[in-house]
């Protein structure tokens, strides 16, 4: 009896500690690690940031499996790219110190807000917590007998000091230059660099390529925190954004501020449900969305690469760092409905910085260094058209329209070129496809980029795409002449269309297709030849704006599905070595399809439109099960800003923007028994499950606000007024639901 009184006591305090525990909050779930080991190219780093800020850091390694770490970084300039400035703490003879130092590490966390980590072999403690535009290190050193040292560098640029502080720029791209003002609690011995064994502190400044300062302290310094800000307008600037944001040595409340600002952020939709890795792919996904645009405003003003001047951001906070061609699928039309300001203040960036250029033509990958003009065609119509459908109003869209016009009509569509309209642009706009070169053919086109070639099918059917979201923005401006013309043009895929092969098919200047084309395996790196990056099995389903018609080139309902399995089917046809080595960028592979490549996303949800959406239910799920896990290799490909992640926050919360542009989602199979969304007008709208088990992924039928729903989809007009979405699940699918022909999903125009 005793010993039963004795269980029955550890079993209620086991169950009291396990209710005592603190409920997680959201940005608890956050796991910045995830994705950190790449597939085949670029891993997805563990950015320690606030959201959409400018200042951004990761460990300098390679990836997770890094042995070493290059540096301390101070603030990574774009999107994946390397540290500018880097600090490096060390004890030893000043005669070995480096300009970047190499540092062994152990016992390494990172959270959004924080991150600390050992140096293993200096036997020194980093800790550290970001700020807006400031951060602060605190550094602990446990060999109090020898003196400490911080190095210092800019990789090309100019360090100043004082008796107290390190001040000074790197100059990165296009005349563009990033400030740092640095300074630390406790007072420097000497600042210098070395000439052998001593630190010469003659000089005032030292400029140069890895230009350095090496920052001495005595011994018996066990504690240095450095904190520093840092500016795209100048060094005073830099100190200014210190001062504002990080008032005193305390890491911890900085830290704590981080956590607030992403519990915030996070807390905008909210989740719940027993599958607990789910939660941390959902949240560590929608952290990832806000990693970029980032802003520039630094007290009302910011610097414009795009004309080299420094501006009053008019108290719209002007944001840059972005890459349309993957952003505009998922991640804008996220942003559209739980941060519908930041959006509008986004796309007003956008004209703003095409007025500040030299040839007003809207850019399609802007960073702080200018527009890169990357990829092919220019989605950023998408972007404006999408916003302007679903409400947003704080911008000048008759400016968007023309800025957007020119990129399409004045630049060359040839892919990574900024050159101006040429030869090939004057055959689309004749002939309504971009030419593919024919057999022997030569290319003597010198907008074409080398490496990158013509992408003739990708290139068209982005281009007809975007004419079409033109179309959209000329009618909302009135400009039906223009509407007229342009949606028109949108239907100019039928050009490249191949009846015999119902595959979109490149088609030289004569008008022959491409011979001897397997689809799986086109010509060129990445199959640009042809292509882009994907094969023609991606590309076959590349007409966002009007579904119904290609559905109908394809031989309707029974046929496209019978395509669309036949893709998820159809096996890779190499070794996988032969493979990638020609097509790096076509991971997360089921059958031919490419989870890991933007162009891909939407391919899930179109069953949908052929009148079995059980099938997107089955699909959708089984690629999240896939591919996005809760681990070091659980992003399938290049994740570029939220460009691939926002997939994962729409898939799970249970619907996708198949074509923005249109103001309307499709629904596919939530994750979760519930998912609440904040609205930016105020209201929120739910998603419910009855009937929740997260093997239960087929819906068996539908309300929305408690009125029988048997559509597949819903318009931005349900979701804003608020409400429930409330979908009934089981293990099995109801094939009969929402598959009559007034239950499809709309496409080129709402009904």
């Known amino acids: 009896m005793r010993r039963k009184n004795v269980l029955a006591a550890l079993l209620s305090l086991t169950l009291s500690a396990l209710l005592a525990q603190p409920d997680k909050e959201p940005v608890d779930y956050v796991n910045p690690y995830?994705?950190?080991?790449?597939?085949?190219?670029?891993?997805?780093?563990?950015?320690?940031?606030?959201?959409?800020?400018?200042?951004?850091?990761?460990?300098?390694?390679?990836?997770?499996?890094?042995?070493?770490?290059?540096?301390?970084?101070?603030?990574?300039?774009?999107?994946?790219?390397?540290?500018?400035?880097?600090?490096?703490?060390?004890?030893?003879?000043v005669d070995a110190?480096?300009?970047?130092?190499?540092?062994?590490?152990?016992?390494?966390?990172?959270?959004?807000?924080?991150?600390?980590?050992d140096l293993d072999e200096l036997n020194i403690s980093v800790k550290y917590a970001p700020s807006h535009q400031s951060g602060i290190y605190e550094l602990s050193f446990s060999d109090t007998k020898k003196p400490a040292y911080?190095?210092?560098?800019?990789?090309?640029?100019?360090?100043?000091?004082?008796?107290?502080?390190?001040?000074?720029?790197?100059?990165?791209?296009?005349?563009?230059?990033?400030?740092?003002?640095?300074?630390?609690?406790?007072?420097?011995?000497?600042?210098?660099?070395?000439?052998?064994?001593?630190?010469?502190?003659?000089?005032?400044?030292?400029k140069g390529r890895n230009a350095y300062y090496i920052i001495r302290f005595p011994e018996n310094t066990s504690n240095i925190k450095v904190r520093y800000g840092v500016s795209f307008i100048s060094a005073e600037q830099a100190e200014k954004n210190l001062r504002r944001e990080i008032k005193d040595y305390d890491l911890d409340a900085v830290s704590r501020q981080g956590r607030d600002i992403w519990n915030q952020t996070l807390g905008k939709i909210s989740v719940s449900g027993v599958d607990e890795d789910a939660k941390a792919v959902f949240y560590t996904s929608l952290y990832r969305t806000y990693e970029r645009m980032i802003s520039i405003s630094e007290d009302g003003r910011y610097f414009s690469a795009y004309d080299g001047k420094v501006h009053a951001d008019g108290g719209k906070t002007f944001y840059t760092d972005d890459w349309i061609w993957d952003t505009y699928r998922a991640t804008h039309p996220l942003r559209t409905i739980i941060e519908p300001q930041m959006e509008s203040n986004m796309i007003h960036s956008y004209v703003t910085m095409t007025e500040q250029m030299p040839r007003a033509w809207m850019p399609n990958f802007p960073e702080v260094t200018g527009d890169s003009r990357r990829m092919n065609s220019n989605h950023a119509a998408a972007m404006v058209a999408d916003a302007y459908s679903k409400g947003?109003?704080?911008?000048?869209?008759?400016?968007?329209?023309?800025?957007?016009?020119?990129?399409?009509?004045?630049?060359?569509?040839?892919?990574?070129?900024?050159?101006?309209?040429?030869?090939?642009?004057?055959?689309?706009?004749?002939?309504?496809?971009?030419?593919s070169l024919a057999p022997g053919e030569k290319e003597t086109v010198p907008e074409v980029h080398g490496w990158e070639r013509r992408q003739p099918v990708a290139v068209t059917l982005g281009t007809v795409y975007d004419e079409w979201c033109l179309s959209?923005?000329?009618?909302?401006?009135?400009?039906?002449?223009?509407?007229?013309y342009f949606s028109e043009r949108s239907k100019n895929y039928r050009k490249i269309f191949n009846p015999a092969t119902r595959f979109f098919h490149p088609k030289d200047s004569l008008g022959n297709f491409m011979p001897d084309?397997?689809?799986?395996?086109?010509?060129?790196?990445?199959?640009?030849?042809?292509?882009?990056?994907?094969?023609?099995?991606?590309?076959?389903?590349?007409?966002?704006?009007?579904?119904a018609d290609l559905i109908?080139?394809?031989?309707?309902?029974?046929?496209?599905?019978?395509?669309?399995?036949?893709?998820?089917?159809?096996?890779?046809?190499?070794?996988?070595?032969?493979?990638?080595?020609?097509?790096?960028?076509?991971?997360?592979?089921?059958?031919q399809f490419a989870m890991g490549n933007e162009p891909a996303m939407h391919i899930p949800y179109l069953y949908n439109y052929a009148g079995q959406p059980w099938r997107t239910q089955k699909r959708v799920r089984n690629l999240l099960n896939q591919w996005f896990r809760n681990d070091l290799m659980g992003i399938p490909g290049d994740e570029d800003g939220g460009g691939l992640t926002s997939f994962v926050v729409f898939s799970h919360i249970g619907f996708y923007p198949v074509t923005p542009g249109l103001p309307m989602y499709v629904i596919?199979?939530?994750?979760?028994?519930?998912?609440?969304?904040?609205?930016?007008?105020g209201k929120t709208f739910a998603v419910n499950c009855k009937n929740y088990s997260p093997d239960h992924k087929y819906i068996q039928s539908a309300t929305l606000n408690g009125k029988p729903w048997n559509k597949s989809w819903f318009s931005h007009e349900d979701l804003m007024r608020g409400g429930v979405l409330e979908l009934t699940m089981g293990k099995h699918p109801n094939k009969s639901w929402a598959t009559g022909a007034d239950a499809i999903p709309p496409s080129f125009k709402m009904p």
């Open 34 to 93: 995830i994705g950190n080991i790449s597939h085949m190219l670029v891993p997805t780093y563990p950015t320690i940031h606030l959201p959409n800020s400018l200042l951004r850091v990761y460990p300098e390694r390679e990836n997770y499996t890094g042995n070493m770490l290059d540096g301390l970084p101070l603030i990574i300039t774009s999107h994946r790219g390397s540290s500018a400035f880097n600090l490096s703490p060390y004890q030893g003879a």
């Open 97 to 117: 110190i480096k300009n970047v130092i190499p540092l062994s590490y152990d016992n390494e966390v990172i959270k959004p807000y924080f991150y600390s980590t």
């Open 150 to 206: 911080l190095v210092l560098n800019t990789g090309n640029g100019e360090l100043t000091k004082t008796a107290t502080s390190v001040s000074g720029y790197q100059k990165l791209d296009n005349n563009t230059k990033v400030y740092i003002y640095l300074e630390t609690d406790k007072r420097p011995q000497a600042i210098g660099t070395h000439k052998g064994s001593k630190i010469a502190e003659e000089e005032n400044s030292t």
């Open 392 to 435: 947003l109003k704080g911008f000048n869209l008759e400016e968007a329209y023309k800025v957007t016009k020119a990129a399409i009509t004045e630049k060359t569509l040839a892919p990574w070129s900024s050159k101006p309209a040429g030869v090939l642009d004057r055959f689309y706009k004749n002939n309504g496809y971009f030419p």
């Open 472 to 484: 959209k923005i000329a009618d909302a401006i009135g400009n039906k002449k223009e509407a007229g």
């Open 517 to 547: 084309l397997d689809y799986r395996f086109p010509p060129g790196i990445g199959g640009r030849d042809a292509y882009d990056e994907n094969t023609g099995y991606v590309y076959r389903f590349d007409v966002q704006h009007n579904i």
């Open 552 to 591: 109908s080139l394809t031989g309707g309902n029974e046929a496209f599905v019978a395509a669309l399995e036949d893709m998820f089917s159809t096996p890779l046809g190499k070794g996988r070595p032969d493979f990638y080595h020609i097509y790096a960028d076509h991971t997360g592979n089921v059958g």
């Open 668 to 681: 596919g199979s939530p994750v979760f028994e519930k998912a609440v969304l904040k609205l930016g007008n």
